[in-house]
């Protein structure tokens, strides 16, 4: 039973601290859509997706009415299109990307993931054939999202898929220059990507995965940085992570209440609640003010990449306390246009793209929402991609890249794209090239730490 002081508790963090969910998504998985005619299986993904996610946007109002907690977002992901596609023989899957795009209009959700491949260890004729459609795809659709796997601890890292995906990126940029390249906001590219990851833009159902299951995303930076900065600046670090790992196992507990509450009225099994701290630009809903709340002058400062990695440690003990079902990535996302906080450091210069990898060594995911030069050559794309990828692989957990080049612009301007996805100011990159390590290709073989049997 709940006591009154957790009531006003839990409407405090909602009203003033920006508490949500930040997401319910279904996952569907496709594979009886398969037909070797390409309409046909883009009808039959149309029909099987409206079917199964036809209650999910108004059962999800229904929870907001009734429990007073905020859904932001209703998303659907879908088994990678590349598994599904391959037996058409088309040679180009635009079709099956408007399918979906179409599937999320009629079903009134925000935003569908999983026009993805899985190529950490080398690819198949539809894994390419998607990789080739992916700057249509996101330049002709509204809602759909992308990603491709390119390595893994087990697999090592493809780099003829790295090379191929900095061409694709820069592609992408081009087809949407009249939005600021905001195709490659729906785009991202993983190195040990997870099966049940509920955040956009990397989601996708797992072949592991049931036929269909409810994902929970809980966010809440702000109810983070309130609590801490609660306490006095001389309480010692363990403190600090103490008292992140409490209000984590809050914000959890009232994920699973939600989670579980839509798997019921869905008829759909709960599949797991993911906790990360997801920034919004909103004014103090930023994973850097936690970092500063910690007793930082400044994100990007000596320290920073310590003060994340307890942040995300704590955060996951906490959720971990909280539900037998934390999945996902469950942490903290640094994805630089959608926190405010990161913008500011940016913009005063103690946030670069060096520090920014640092940090992704200890935090949930990788290099996100990082807006860089229009003119930057795909083989230095690339080896960004390939740098963060490595640190994923040795470290044995997921890292990603989600960057845009924005046509016509460079350092010290702006890439506008509201909402959740906020603004970028352009960040300079190396000028020195990685050209000749690019264009080797190959595989970079798996660490000695991937065996494990």
């Known amino acids: 039973m709940l006591s009154i002081q957790e009531i006003h508790e839990t409407q405090e963090m909602i009203d003033r601290e920006h508490l949500d969910i930040r997401t319910v998504t279904m996952g569907i998985s496709l594979r009886g859509c398969v037909h070797p005619d390409a309409a046909t299986a883009a009808d039959r993904i149309y029909s099987h997706i409206c079917r199964q996610a036809e209650h999910l946007v108004p059962v999800c109002r229904s929870i907001e009415q009734e429990m007073g907690i905020p859904i932001v977002n209703k998303r659907i992901s879908v088994t990678p299109v590349a598994l599904v596609a391959e037996s058409t023989g088309a040679s180009d899957y635009t079709v099956f990307a408007e399918a979906l795009d179409r599937a999320a209009k009629s079903c009134g959700i925000d935003f569908i993931g999983g026009f993805s491949a899985m190529v950490q260890k080398g690819s198949t004729a539809g894994d390419r054939i998607l990789m080739r459609s992916i700057p249509e795809a996101l330049a002709a659709t509204d809602y759909v999202c992308s990603s491709v796997n390119i390595g893994s601890t087990r697999a090592g890292i493809n780099m003829d898929a790295v090379r191929d995906m900095g061409e694709i990126i820069l ?23 997870v099966e049940d990851n509920p955040f956009m833009a990397g989601a996708f159902h797992g072949t592991g995965e049931a036929d269909c299951v409810i994902n929970v995303g809980v966010s809440g930076p702000g109810v983070v940085r309130h609590a801490l900065e609660l306490l006095s600046e001389k309480e010692p670090i363990d403190v600090v992570a103490e008292t992140v790992k409490k209000t984590a196992f809050k914000v959890t507990r009232m994920g699973q209440l939600i989670a579980q509450e839509a798997s019921r009225r869905l008829d759909v099994p709960f599949g797991i609640v993911d906790l990360s701290l997801a920034p919004t630009p909103a004014p103090g809903d930023s994973v850097a003010r936690i970092l500063e709340a910690m007793g930082l002058e400044c994100c990007g400062t000596h320290g920073t990449t310590a003060a994340l990695a307890l942040l995300n440690d704590a955060v996951k003990k906490g959720g971990v306390m909280a539900s037998s079902q934390v999945g996902g990535l469950s942490g903290a996302f640094i994805p630089v246009s959608e926190d405010e906080g990161m913008i500011e450091a940016v913009r005063a210069g103690t946030l670069c793209l060096d520090k920014l990898e640092a940090m992704t060594c200890v935090c949930s995911v990788g290099l996100d929402m990082i807006a860089i030069p ?56 190396h000028p020195e090239s990685s050209e000749i390590l690019i264009a080797r290709g190959g595989r970079i073989p798996a660490p000695i730490n991937s065996l494990k049997n």
Do not use: Q, W
């Open 374 to 429: 229009g003119d930057t050559p795909a083989s230095t794309i690339s080896a960004i991609i390939a740098d963060e990828a490595a640190i994923g692989m040795i470290n044995n957990k997921t890292t990603a890249v989600r960057v845009i080049p924005v046509p016509g612009k460079t350092v010290g301007e702006t890439a506008e794209y509201g909402g959740l996805l906020g603004s970028a100011p352009i960040m300079p990159v």
């Open 171 to 193: 592609e992408t940029a081009r087809r949407t220059a009249d939005r600021d390249g905001i195709g490659c906001a729906k785009l991202v590219v993983f190195n040990n990507a």
